[in-house]
């Protein structure tokens, strides 16, 4: 049973590009979370996905990030016209759809993104 | 507004020795605990959890002890090993606006001297 898959591990970005960061949940896990840790801090809460559903967003800067998790396919992170303060890793977990496990996230190994 | 804080950065301790780790929290909403393990490169791993319904959970050389009243918890792992040189975070879980959320500590560097 794989793990929880992001892609690409490593992400080089200008400023002013745009960053798109993958994430596959873990066989049977339909609830996908994506968190950023800046160097040297905790991780950060950014948004909480279902299928097709984005359940919370209260995390995410409310300009140039957005997030999906489509029927098909993984979910993907997006973040336009990059900065440098948004050089961080971004790691994504996936969890159960049972009710009152959904704080059993397991995460994969993360996305780091550097904005030159 | 940190709910939940780590507040030691780093922890040494000798091989064969006990590690303690602590971790504070301020919201009293939050059901469940939680401690992930990361290595460099890698992504948080789960180690052991405790409800809040409770007050230790044992899990091989990993104890995790709950102390509701003082909003408080510490990992505890004994003997201490090499391979347990990692950051561990702490982090809560709440049922929020309908989404069962988790907040992290800041982390803390546990290195292992031999």
């Known amino acids: 049973n794989a793990g929880v898959m992001q892609n690409p591990r490593h992400l080089v970005r200008r400023r002013g590009q745009e960053a798109r960061l993958r994430c596959s949940p873990m066989?049977?896990?339909?609830?996908v979370y994506w968190y950023r840790q800046l160097p040297e801090e905790g991780l950060k809460f950014m948004v909480y996905?279902?299928?097709?559903?984005?359940?919370?967003e209260s995390g995410m800067p409310k300009e140039r990030f957005s997030a999906e998790f489509p029927k098909e396919g993984p979910s993907i992170l997006r973040i336009q016209q990059v900065v440098r303060g948004d050089s961080a890793a971004y790691f994504c977990?996936?969890?159960?759809?049972?009710?009152?496990?959904?704080?059993?996230?397991?995460f994969g190994p993360g996305t780091r993104l550097t904005v030159t | 507004d940190q709910q939940v804080k780590q507040n030691s950065p780093s922890l040494s301790v000798q091989e064969g020795r006990i590690s303690i780790l602590n971790c504070d929290y301020t919201?009293?909403?939050?059901?469940?605990f939680l401690w992930y393990k990361k290595y460099p490169a890698e992504g948080p791993t789960f180690l052991i959890s405790?409800?809040?319904?409770?007050d230790k959970n044992e899990d091989g050389r990993f104890t995790v002890f709950l102390n509701k009243s003082a909003k408080h918890l510490s990992l505890h792992i004994v003997p201490s090993q090499p391979g347990d040189s990692a950051v561990y975070f702490c982090?809560?879980?709440?049922?929020?606006?309908?989404?069962?959320?988790?907040?992290f500590g800041q982390g803390t560097r546990l290195t292992i001297n031999p």
């Open positions: 977990a996936s969890s159960p759809a049972v009710p009152g496990l959904a704080y059993e996230q397991y």
């Open positions: 982090a809560a879980s709440a049922l929020i606006q309908g989404a069962q959320k988790l907040v």
């Open positions: 066989k049977g896990h339909s609830h």
């Open positions: 919201n009293s909403m939050f059901d469940y």
């Open positions: 405790i409800s809040s319904i409770k």
């Open positions: 996905l279902q299928k097709e559903n984005i359940i919370d």
